[in-house]
């Protein structure tokens, strides 16, 4: 990933970014060519170094099942919006902007391990759902389902596990403009109705 110095992401921010209820797009390198899955994960951060990213896909999605050549892929999307030079102060002053795209994501590398356990799965299942249930107003359970459906739906996927060995971050959120753009940028997002991409930009400002 291309990361100039004022757009590096530092710890804090990965953390925060893998921390978040959301999916990601998982990229393997196979003998037949590159496969791609979008889906919902849960960051381990206590697993090694940086931690491991857990997950599930379909059983008849074949990913799972191709070799892989070398290191998975998975690409961690946070909030982007595009930017529009209007929002530019200096634009009513020399005209010299162009439009552009604000956004924070991450490259997470490492090896991929198949898992086609009913404990390892029922586990994680609960794991995610707990995640992405917790902002609800009234929480599901998977124990809210009946078992026996809970029994068939686990048989019908396989659990995935990247082992992360390094990750390439970048927050792109005009720190490179000067202090009355940003501020521009942050009002214009928010008019938009774009709240997360002006917080970003206001904690990318505060870091």
């Known amino acids: 990933m291309y990361v100039p110095t004022h757009f590096a992401a530092d710890d804090d921010a990965v953390r925060e970014l893998l921390a978040r209820p959301q ?6 390198m196979t003998p037949e060519g590159l496969v791609a899955t979008f889906l919902p994960f849960v960051h381990d951060a206590d697993t ?8 599930h896909v379909a059983r008849g ?18 909030p982007d919006a595009y930017v529009s030079p209007g929002f530019y102060a200096s634009a009513a002053e020399h005209g010299r902007v162009v ?15 198949i898992h086609d356990d009913v404990e390892w799965l029922d ?3 609960r794991r995610l759902t707990d995640l992405h249930e917790a902002a609800e107003p009234s929480p599901w359970s ?26 390439e971050a970048k927050v792109k959120m005009s720190q ?8 521009g940028v942050i009002a214009g997002l928010a008019a938009r109705g774009d709240a997360a991409t002006a917080a970003a930009m206001i904690s990318a400002r505060d870091t």
Not at 23 to 28: F, G, I
Not at 68 to 77: D, F, P, R, S
Not at 99 to 113: D, F, M, S
Not at 142 to 147: G, N, T
């Open 123 to 125: 586990a994680l299942v």
């Open 99 to 113: 439009p552009t795209w604000n956004y924070l994501t991450a490259h997470v590398y490492g090896e991929l391990r």
């Open 23 to 28: 999916a990601a797009d998982m990229v393997t």
């Open 142 to 167: 998977v124990d809210d389902a009946p078992p026996a459906f809970v029994a068939g739906q686990l048989r019908a996927i396989v659990g995935v596990e990247l082992v992360i060995s390094r990750i």
């Open 176 to 183: 490179n403009r000067p202090e009355a753009d940003v501020d």
């Open 48 to 55: 090694g170094e940086h931690g491991t990213l857990l997950g």
């Open 61 to 78: 999605n074949d990913q799972w099942s191709r070799p892989v050549t070398g290191e998975a892929l998975v690409i961690v999307h946070g």
